[in-house]
């Protein structure tokens, strides 16, 4: 018997009337995409940011069913589900009939669905079914199973080989591989069709993960054989065992052909190698497939996107296609759209792309400025923003290349009072895993000096959280031993764990160390004075003990530069609050924890802001190091995807693009500008007068005497002559001594 995945409506599709007065709103560009003929061949539409590629998709849509095509029958898939969701909402504004059969959706929802139908007899089948063992590994299981099967895949023997390896490439975490590292690369080889038998293939791509090609096989086999023993699979199964199944059974594959008379793929560039296979396969020699994407906007290179499938489509497709250009940028200045497309150029594999601004020129140039400090840079960033009009019109973004930028920007708001709105509430500094151990160790510090925060419940929360990172195994069981102490003994759970380090019962349990070094470290704590330096003991604790093994945050790399942000966030605070910096820092975790704002300036990832917009953009980070990230310096490959990493920020802006150069990292250390600065041909600035003054906290008639000051001097250089940094180097100089000489308060 045929599914109803297989089979069509048998009522005809409603009728669409032509849409009224659209013809004149449409380019030739979109009338050639949205009026192609099938009949042709494949479609290849290569589309500029900003270039209206969703809205010529939907009217495409909107024409073949005009034509009498059942939406059913259309297969379009989106990168994301919330992509997914936002064209079948625009498809049902434009008034086009979609069946609750008609997929829209990415490769994952889809294709689940057919392995449900089609995979009886294999252990797929657990998929749907009610057997509790069967887990599918991915995000929305917090990657619980699959943290647990890369740990015993890294076991001991793995171990032995990898260590002298491993080791002095900063590869290894408490004797195991960093499974940051593992767990992306099997990711990667899955989605590039690489089984883990495949010596050649994993060889080829062992450099994006610095590791040998045996060592990263070996943990990748581990893997594979755990998942088989726990009845497991992963996201990446379910793609894999689809391609499979539609290769190995003819009349299954017949069917699914029969079944989707056209395939349109959005954000190809997207796609990694098995999605493409499985298009391909669905589509077989009817040709009535349509991919629609920019090669220049392909980031996601680390999760096996396969932006060479645009470049090499008969290739891999086995059909020549017609290839379509939406060249006019709907969004962008000019300026704007000039400048991305000079940086952008140097890739070279834009294939064709002549793309203008509709816009025109706006007047107002893309601005670089060069700050001193990831600290002076958020502060600049808040001082505008704090000056700016209508940011509750959400037409503000700040983007950032990495999550621990985040924590800056974030304070300053808060500070300011600048509503904010993020990617993804839970990747708030103040509410990541990371940032609550780190409150956690303050708050248990501050318990040990006689000022308690909180009630016993809040306190018995920071010990569960930070007791056990780094790993000391002092998990579940030991924090309900230190409970049952703490009632026993009416106490709180610090003097219990103190008592049970006293009792000789515990000594040469599992415990014992673990519960010396945790009383050590918070006993070291409290007797620190300051925010600023627990933070930076912290720092060291981490950076001498890499981060917790379970951690969800990632490898060692994620973590330290989360640490390194909470310290400067500390230094940040404690200069404008004093000694009540810490009660700040309690009430920014309150104030998070009880805000989801929904309107505001968005701060994204740059990877989260693909396919957005706002009226005006700043980018943090354009230094060596962050943007082209330290990781992907010595790869030229990976270059070209920093490169496109940049394009997509700036083409995010509609009007005003400011982008921020660092001079000092978050590693302390000196930066140059990035490279695409240079690209983009505009000079970076020295900080507006305004600016200078929001890093400082001064007035203007403060200001004008330090300038005066300054020029009235035996130096060389006028002040406006100065560099930024060396601006500001002297104004700290300058406000240190008048503080010291009891000129100022501090």
């Given amino acids: 018997m045929i599914s109803n995945l297989l089979t069509k409506n048998t009522v005809k599709g409603v009728h669409v009337e032509p849409e009224n007065s659209l013809e004149f709103k449409f380019n030739k560009g979109q009338r050639d995409f949205i009026e192609y003929d099938f009949k042709r061949g494949p479609l290849l539409v290569v589309a500029a940011a900003g270039s209206g590629?969703?809205?010529?998709l939907v009217h495409l849509v909107g024409r073949l069913v005009r034509e009498g095509v059942y939406p059913e029958d259309i297969l379009v898939t989106t990168f994301t589900k919330k992509s997914g969701e936002e064209l079948r909402r625009r498809i049902i504004e434009a008034g086009i009939p979609v069946s609750p059969r008609m997929y829209i959706g990415t490769f994952h929802s889809v294709f689940l669905q057919f392995l449900r139908k089609f995979d009886r007899g294999s252990r797929f089948l657990n998929i749907v079914s009610d057997n509790p063992r069967f887990t599918i590994v991915g995000a929305d299981g917090k990657r619980v199973f699959r943290r647990v099967l890369l740990s015993k895949a890294c076991g001991s023997s793995y171990i032995k080989e990898i260590s002298a390896y491993g080791a002095s490439k900063g590869l290894l975490k408490r004797g195991r591989l960093k499974r940051g590292i593992l767990g992306?690369?099997?990711?990667?080889?899955?989605?590039?069709?690489?089984?883990s038998h495949d010596a050649i293939g994993i060889e080829k791509h062992a450099v994006r993960f610095g590791v040998r090609g045996s060592l990263l096989q070996q943990g990748y086999s581990n893997y594979e054989r755990l998942l088989i023993h726990h009845d497991g699979s992963d996201l990446d199964d379910i793609l894999l065992r689809t391609a499979d199944l539609l290769k190995r059974k003819s009349e299954l594959r017949d069917s699914m052909q029969k079944r989707f008379g056209y395939v349109l793929i959005d954000e190809a560039q997207d796609n990694n190698k098995v999605q493409l296979e499985i298009a391909r396969l669905v589509v077989g020699d009817t040709g009535n497939i349509c991919l629609v994407g920019d090669p220049n906007q392909s980031i996601f290179g680390f999760r096996g996107a396969f932006p060479a499938m645009m470049l090499q489509f008969e290739e891999h497709m086995g059909r020549k296609p017609n290839i379509v250009r939406l060249e006019t940028n709907y969004r962008?200045?000019?300026?704007?759209v000039e400048f991305s497309e000079r940086v952008v150029s140097n890739n070279g594999d834009g294939m064709g792309k002549k793309v203008v601004?509709?816009?025109?020129?706006?007047?107002?140039e893309p601005e670089i400025v060069a700050s001193l400090s990831p600290s002076d840079a958020a502060k600049v960033i808040a001082g505008r923003?704090?000056?700016a009009d209508n940011l509750n019109d959400n037409n503000t973004a700040v983007l950032f290349r990495i999550n621990a930028e985040l924590a800056l920007i974030e304070v300053e708001c808060i500070i300011r009072k600048i509503p904010y709105i993020l990617g993804r509430p839970e990747f708030s500094f103040f509410r990541s895993k990371n940032g609550l151990v780190l409150m956690a160790y303050l708050v248990l510090a501050e318990t040990l000096c006689g000022k308690p925060v909180g009630d016993k419940r809040m306190l018995k929360k920071a010990f569960g959280r930070a007791c056990n990172v780094p790993t000391r195994y002092l998990g579940r069981a030991f924090t309900k031993e230190v409970d049952s102490v703490a009632k026993s003994r009416k106490c709180d759970v610090i003097v219990a764990m103190s008592e049970m380090v006293g009792d000789g019962r515990y000594h040469g349990t599992q415990w014992f160390d673990g519960m010396l070094d945790f009383y050590g470290v918070l006993n070291a704590l409290a007797s620190i004075p300051t925010l600023s330096e627990r933070a930076s003991r912290l720092y060291e604790l981490y950076l001498q003990s890499g981060s917790n093994e379970d951690d969800e945050a990632g490898g060692d790399e994620d973590t330290l530069e989360m640490v390194k942000a909470?310290?400067?966030?500390?230094?940040?605070?404690?200069?404008k609050y004093g000694d009540d910096a810490f009660n700040k820092l309690v009430d920014f975790y309150k104030w998070t924890g009880n805000s989801d704002n929904q309107k505001g300036v968005a701060l994204y990832t740059i990877h989260q802001s693909k396919g957005l917009e706002w009226e005006s953009v700043y980018v943090l980070g354009t230094e060596e190091g962050m943007l082209p990230h330290k990781n992907s310096l010595k790869n030229d490959v990976f270059i070209s995807e920093e490169r496109r990493l940049f394009y997509v920020a700036a083409t995010r802006a509609k009007k005003n693009l400011m982008m921020i150069y660092r001079q000092e990292g978050f590693d302390g250390n000196y930066h140059s500008p990035s490279r695409f600065l240079e690209e983009g041909g505009v000079s970076i600035k020295c900080l507006p007068d305004g600016d200078v003054m929001d890093i400082h906290g001064l007035d203007q008639s403060d200001y004008n005497g330090i300038v005066k000051l300054w020029n009235a001097g035996e130096s060389v250089d006028s002040w406006e002559m100065l560099s930024s940094a060396e601006q500001n180097i002297y104004i700290e100089k300058l406000l240190k001594e008048k503080v010291e000489n009891g000129e100022v308060d501090e």
């Avoid at 962008?332 to 704007?336: A, G, N, P, Q, W």
């Fill in 53 to 56: 590629k969703t809205f010529s």
């Fill in 184 to 195: 992306s690369a099997i990711s990667f080889f899955k989605a590039n069709m690489i089984a």
């Fill in 357 to 364: 601004s509709d816009k025109g020129v706006s007047g107002v």
């Fill in 332 to 336: 962008s200045s000019s300026e704007i």
């Fill in 385 to 387: 923003l704090d000056k």
């Fill in 566 to 575: 909470f310290v400067l966030v500390a230094e940040s605070l404690e200069a």
